[in-house]
């Protein structure tokens, strides 16, 4: 059995990857509720070991359900994403919406391996338990996705056309 005190303290966790996963900040927040309401229901069932792991799983697995039965909708990312610390932030939104625009044109698969992996920190092993995989699936999904992010990223962008206004 966990601690609640243990629980709140993933909640930040849980809502990155969910805002991530969903690209809207509403749909995350319900994700992460009933994520957690699932959590609380079935506490008995956690074995120990990582909590962050078990709440991802079970995070993961709702996103799934809800994909699965036409509750799909179009990834998008936020406008409102929080602000990046104070300093020459000229090149960091353009950084920041490149990087949001390459996620969005990842597969699900691809995007939600990177974010397990590269946002939140978990180990092969912890990837490969939340999303139901061999940790090999695990490590060929990371590849192909940093590779596709890496040419979305390194593609020249259309030039925007400026009209003149009389």
């Given at each position: 059995?966990?601690?609640?005190?243990?629980?709140?303290?993933?909640?930040?966790?849980?809502?990155?990857?969910?805002?991530?996963?969903?690209?809207?900040?509403?749909?995350?927040?319900?994700?992460?509720?009933d994520?957690?309401?699932?959590?609380?229901?079935?506490?008995?069932?956690?074995?120990?070991?990582?909590?962050?792991?078990?709440?991802?799983?079970?995070?993961?697995?709702?996103?799934?359900?809800?994909?699965?039965?036409?509750?799909?909708?179009?990834y998008?990312?936020?406008?409102?994403?929080?602000e990046?610390?104070?300093?020459?932030?000229?090149?960091?939104?353009?950084?920041?919406?490149?990087?949001?625009?390459?996620?969005?044109?990842?597969?699900?698969?691809?995007?939600?391996?990177?974010?397990?992996?590269?946002?939140?920190?978990?180990?092969?092993?912890d990837?490969?338990?939340v999303?139901?995989?061999?940790?090999?699936?695990?490590?060929?999904?990371?590849?192909?996705?940093?590779?596709?992010?890496?040419?979305?990223?390194a593609?020249?962008?259309?030039?925007?056309?400026?009209?003149?206004?009389?």
């Open positions: 059995m966990f601690d609640t005190h243990q629980l709140i303290a993933e909640i930040p966790r849980l809502r990155r990857y969910a805002r991530a996963l969903c690209g809207d900040a509403a749909r995350a927040d319900d994700l992460v509720q994520a957690l309401e699932r959590a609380l229901n079935k506490s008995a069932q956690w074995r120990g070991g990582s909590l962050r792991a078990w709440l991802l799983t079970l995070m993961h697995h709702i996103f799934v359900n809800q994909w699965r039965h036409g509750q799909r909708v179009e998008r990312a936020d406008t409102d994403l929080p990046l610390p104070v300093r020459a932030a000229q090149d960091d939104a353009l950084d920041l919406r490149d990087l949001e625009r390459g996620l969005a044109l990842l597969s699900a698969d691809h995007r939600e391996v990177l974010l397990l992996v590269a946002l939140e920190e978990l180990s092969y092993e990837c490969a338990a999303l139901d995989v061999p940790v090999g699936t695990v490590m060929s999904r990371l590849a192909r996705a940093r590779d596709r992010l890496r040419d979305v990223l593609a020249p962008q259309p030039a925007t056309r400026l009209a003149v206004v009389k």
